[in-house]
Each structure stands twice: as C-alpha cells, then as structure tokens.
C-alpha cells in the first residue's frame, strides 16, 4: 500500500527543552521534583536563567532579577546553575536530533530546528516524527521535550512554544492561517516589547490584524520590520534550516557584583572566562575560530569587538591573548558592570584535523597544563582552582 503524496512542500520540526536548566536539576536530583526553583546566581545583581514550571504561575521566569523573583515566590529554592552539566545534556539532546536528521540548526543550548523533509519513509507523517523525537530525548536524557512541526521555520517555533510543557503541536500546512491569525502580535518572530507596542499603537493587536493590514503602509510606518512581519503574518518564510556548527558560540559571563575599570581589572574576569571557555571546548573537543569580547557599561551600553582565530584554538591562553588584544578596542574610560567572553567559529576536533591545529612547543604546553586543570577541576570542583596571575 502506498502513502499518499505529501502535502507538506517542507516538513520542519522545532524542537525546545521544557525548562531546560530547572528540569535538568530535578533530574538529577529528585528531592527537587515538583518543587519551585530558580536557577542563578543570589548575589544582588544576579538574574534568574530559568524558573521551574512549579515557580512559573508565580510571575518569574528568565531574565529577572533574582531579587524581584524571590519577592514574587519566597518559597522558591535558589540552585546554583552547573553550566557543564547543560552544556553536556545540550549534547545529548542535539545527538539525538542528528539520528533524526542531517540537518539540524541548533539555536541554542536546549532547542533546534531539523529539517525533516523527505523523510516520511524514514519516520512516517510529521505527528510520528514529532512524538519520536520526543520518545528519543526521553529516552536519552529522561527529560522533556516541546515539539511543533510545520511547513516553516517560523511556524514550527511558535507550534513548539503554544502547548508547552510536554508540547506536541502540528501545523499542517493548509492550517497554518487558521492556526497563525488569532494569536497576539507578541508571537511575530522579531518583534521585540518596543515593536509590540508600536503595532499596538496603530491598533494592530493579532496577526490577523497584520495580514490584512496594508503592505506599503506597514512599510512606510516600520521600515523593513514592516515587510517581515507583514510576510510571517502570511505563514510566508522561506528561510533554510542551516546546519552550522559556525553559528554557534560558547560563552562566559559575569555581572559583576562591583563595576571595574580600566584594562587591569577587566583582565581576571577575561582570564576566568577565557579558562571556562576553555574548559567547554576541550569537553566538546572543539575549537574556536574566533573570539568576541563583551562590556556592558554601568550605563547598560552594550559593546562588543571580535577577532578570527588562525589557528582555531581551544586553549585558554589562546583565548585570553585574543580577547586582551580586543580590549584596546574599547574605550575603557567608563566602569564597566559585565565582562563577557565567547568563542565562536567552532570547529569539530572529532574530525581528523587535530594534528595541524596545535604546533609544538610553547602551545603543547599550554595543553597539558590546561588538561592538568581541568582533572583538578572534576575532582574538586569548579571554583577551587586558579591560575598564580587570576589570584
Ligand atoms: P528557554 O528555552 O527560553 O527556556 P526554558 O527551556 O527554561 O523554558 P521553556 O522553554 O520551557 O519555556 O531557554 C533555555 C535555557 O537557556 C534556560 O533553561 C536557561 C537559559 N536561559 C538563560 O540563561 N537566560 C535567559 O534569559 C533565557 C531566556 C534562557
Ligand atoms: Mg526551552
């Protein structure tokens, strides 16, 4: 018997961990199953990463400060986040997608679109490819993924997001309207709080309301932002799913608890990113093609520089000597309230290229004394080691 012909012209699927930290943390620990959490840091300036479903009705969630999150749910417990152990299930995770799909675009740590066109031979129709990849991910990680399937990439992200937790959402094409028009302009992809509030201002309050309005006066009231939204409106995004490593980054950051100034007190913040980064690629077996340096002024005046990295490297020292090149980029007049350091460009070490990417020498070195760290630091934990020049 045959299947009859597919009337989806692509089939993607997004994919997104459901309170990715906070379920990991439950995970592995069960005393915190069904409790309140948020993940971060309790210093003053500290933000929430994530807040557990359990602590969600409360009004918290991510990028609050840590501060108000506590005010709004007193009884919440406050864990430490452990970003390796992310960064390792993240793995997992996107190990998994790569069983399901040659391409697959990770968007970030927890969720990724795959392009799973043609392979309904493979997997069956897009409900069974969904309730699979949320069958593996389970399986692998004892987690839970949202997963939304449509024609396009836009439409498979908003589908993974409306029925989370535990999310299985497809759109099928001829419903991709129906299913777009009512929900508020808050789910145009872009759209950021500010444009929210320009739409609403010119009484646009659905999508619907932005499919009918005019193309040339959304345009000539919001630029390009009108020609895109006016298209996602229409369910009409034709972007690609990309799978590229290059795209991604692995970075380190700190609010300070107290601004610094000046290229001298901004170098141990560097060195301690640069050594975290590090740490990541070298678990990964990854190494970086370049290097972004990040300061936000106590202003909250964001600025970054970034330099290529020839050869990618995935030593600290590498990293350190890049980013201590960018900062006489900056003006370092003002005091800064946020150091960051990411690597990007990353290249798979897995790939038999490792050979020409360390010369000898002074560079070997590095390596053992990084790897050396590294065993202290799974012995006795991330903060107890440091370099003599951090101290
Ligand atoms: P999200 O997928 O946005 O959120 P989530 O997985 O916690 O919850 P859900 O998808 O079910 O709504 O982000 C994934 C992880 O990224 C999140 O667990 C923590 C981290 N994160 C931050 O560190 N800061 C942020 O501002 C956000 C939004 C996420
Ligand atoms: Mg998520």
Redesign the pocket.
Known sequence: MSRPASTWPRIIVHA????????IEQHDRPELRGKPLL?GGDSPRS?V???S?EARPFGVG??MSMVVAKRKCPQALIIP?RMHR?AEVSRQIMEVFDTFSPRVEAL????AFLDMTGAERLFGTPLDMAAAIKWAVRERTGLCV?VGVAASKYVAKVAS?VR??DGLCVVEPQDTLNFLHPLPISRLWGVGKRGEEQLRALGLATIADVAAADPTWLRGVLGSMGDHIYRLAQGDDPRPVVPDREAQSIGAENTLDEDVRGAAAIRPHLMHAADRIAWRLRRGSLAAGGVRVKLKTNRFALHTRQVALRPPSQNAGDLLDAALALLEHFDLREPMRLVGLAAFDLRDLAAPVQGELFGQGKRQKQQQLDAALDKLRERFGKGTVKRGSDV
């Open positions: 997104d961990m459901d309170a990715f930290y906070a379920a993940i933000v990463t994530t807040a479903y991510s990028a986040p992310y970030s740590l927890d969720e949202s997001d989370k937790p």
